[in-house]
DNA sequence: CTGAAAGCGCTTACAG
DNA sequence: CTGAAAGCGCTTACAG
């Protein structure tokens, strides 16, 4: 590409026009070296002002054999979730000097593989992996050679989420977040319980789920396994999660909503679908069902009743990432485990049969 | 960096352990040539795969003078405008085989002109400019300068929006959005508006604010400057210019409260800020003052009520913007016109004085 | 303080 | 079909 054009000024252009080497060109341009005369060095920068010249990232990171370069895979960064991590990963690597690709991987593991090793034949320095990590064996495996790769020669790995693959990591409490919620809304009065699920394999799914059950057990309830609905995390996911459950509902009660008086949606974006379908049903929240999210994220502040949820601090989580992957390397692993907090808003109150 | 690494393996690696010259096996692998003898072509995959092969880009970069990389500057990922456009173009990027670095230039003019020379110095073969121009001379012309450097030497620039620069781009029209935003409003009955305005210096600010009095002209009808609240397209700037509105109001009217009947919140960010501000203070939208943005982004289906707005298809912005930047080079500047649409929702209607 | 030269890891005419 | 060699545009010991 790009075969018959004027190629962009070069280092020796510049090294000509200043009347030097370029080895002395270099050296006041990549600044490198202050020991350049004055007036020698001045003459580069004006001779590179006037041509323009803008060094060769490419060959500067063949000489270095390094870059200045991070990558990130996740998910879909239009994805709100993810667009709150990468702002603040955006955050933290320019501060640090270092330009950042992202990589949509859709959670499609085969994705996720190829960009891996494309972001890898970039000679990025360090390498983010966001989102959950998947109970898959094969999967996991094939992602752990990839990744070790990458460390071992070097690259920095740091994971956001919990997977199986022993590695830095940055980790969302994700059980002790949903177990929180599910005391909060025992406290608040609800027995009866319902929720919409993400999916399967993700690990993400199954902590929240455990945390929430297990908070449920505390006080001796069971969360009926007819009364979790299928999801997938996405806003649509919610709608037919709720729906689900209106519909179909456990076995025997015809539909969760003459039963359950709380629905919890194991993110937000489901939450958002959920409330949407009740609200198309007229069914009065928190009046008739109360319903609580996981993520806090910005558009639960939007909603009407505002959605009650579960704090993890998205942008930090990014920038914490960042942050670990320049540390300089050490032996033993570094995880570090967020401190997630239940926000009470207006989709959640005291049932019905309580407030009455 | 990466100093005392053991380097990973390179091209003479997998050469050496296939029995076969470095050209042979850069052939086979970076499948430039098909003709190679099977035999040894497998040995050459083998070896590869064996020891893990990557190539390193920015030798095939530096070799073929050309890399699959995009580069996009925009205002912030986590905008959600902005990120239905980066949902669209990564789509389209990846469908070409290219991989994206996107900068935040958080609407600074330096970090904008400081990314377009970092991404020149990455030799991506397109950037993506997204964002509102700038009514500002001195502005214009150094990233005019940049641009056409960049363009000069094959690189594909291309802008989204309206800028004070020749080059190809993708606008979305603004102006006409606004101005049937406008009439739509006044055949609903309004006569008297008030609006959240954004940035002053953006071109956007200024197309959607004169599309919307070009609209009410038409119907006779003048846009007071009084009732006019600064803004800047985010939902704080929402919430700050609603309460100015409702606070310090029009002179002589006290409040708009008491006098419009509705507000055009210049994009959809601003309106839910203004939506919340409205909802505190207890003022029912539609019903005493009615209330539209612009953008469609997706929140504006889960607020209640759900926003009117302007749509324009963000994500097929980004991806056409790629497509063009694609294409191969033309003479003739190319400029894709994008139709806006309006789209009525709960958050207008008639006014209570009509409705009585 | 400065320059000539080797080297970073590939690709690609050019011969054979 | 295959290999030796030049070249992509820098950086950086190594001499001076």
Known sequence: MRKNFPMSAKLRDVAEKAGVSVATASRVLSGSAEGVRPERRQAVVAAARELQY??????????????????????????????????????????????VTVCNSYRDPERELAYVGLLRSQRIGAL????SGLDDRSYSERLAAQINAFASTGGRPVFIGRHHIAGDAVLPDNVGGARALARALVTMGHRKFAAISGPPLLTTTRDRLDGF??????????????AIAPG?????????GMAHLLDAGPAGYGSIASDATCVFALNDAMALGALRTLRDRDIDVPGRISLAGFDDIPATLDTNPTLTTVRIPLAEMGALAVSLALEPPSDE????H???????????APPAALSR
């Open 213 to 226: 059950k297990a908070g449920l057990a505390e006080h001796g309830i069971t969360l009926d396994p007819a």
């Open 338 to 348: 967020i401190r997630s907090e239940v926000v009470l808003r207006e989709s959640t």
């Open 128 to 131: 983010i992996l966001t989102g």
């Open 333 to 336: 692993l570094r995880v570090r």
């Open 54 to 99: 803008v060094p060769n990232a490419h060959a500067q990171a063949l000489a270095r054999s390094g870059t200045t370069h991070i990558g990130a895979i996740l998910h879909d960064v239009s994805d709100p979730y993810f667009s709150e991590i990468v702002r603040g990963l955006q955050r933290a690597a320019v501060d640090a000097g270092q330009l």
């Open 232 to 240: 997938d995390f996405t806003r649509e996911g919610g709608m037919a």
